[in-house]
């Protein structure tokens, strides 16, 4: 088989009618569209049923997050302050400065337990997770929820 010899499958491509190009075409005149009315005068917008209610606002909307009255933490993770100084008092303005934490929240500093932690610290936060409990003290450092 050569390149040049190839076509495309029987069926896979279709012959362009141009319609509306007289009456000896066979699509002249009313090019397909019939007689009169709302279809012939290409008047109707995509899903419309004609004054019937619309399918799309039969369906129910399911589900509602109203983002407006989260409350949104700033997040780190203990694999982060691994690179910090051992006894350090890890803060979320120390955090901001030295850009571990990109933008600081309202709600404050959220501590979660993803990663590794050797050293030990004390983390001042708003919020911690189990596990960033039990890998803080684990590795000899203090939790402070302030």
Do not use: C, W
């Not at 571990?100 to 929240?105: C, L, Q, Y």
């Amino acid at each position: 088989m050569e390149i040049q010899s190839m076509k495309p499958a029987k069926g896979a491509r279709t012959k362009y009618v141009r319609v509306g190009r007289g009456i000896g075409s066979g699509i002249g005149k009313t090019s397909g569209r019939g007689t009169k009315g709302q279809h012939a005068r290409n008047t109707v917008r995509p899903g419309f049923e004609g004054g019937q209610l619309p399918l799309i606002r039969k369906l129910a909307i399911r589900g509602f997050n109203n983002k407006k009255f989260a409350k949104v933490n700033s997040v780190v993770n203990v694999g982060d302050l691994e690179d910090l100084e051992p006894n350090t008092v890890v803060t979320e303005e120390l955090l901001y400065a030295i850009r571990i934490v990109g933008k600081r929240e309202p709600y404050g500093l959220k501590v979660l337990g993803n990663g590794t932690l050797t050293k030990p610290l004390t983390v001042q936060a708003s919020k911690f997770t189990k596990s960033a409990i039990e890998k803080i003290e684990k590795a000899g450092g203090k939790v402070e929820v302030i």
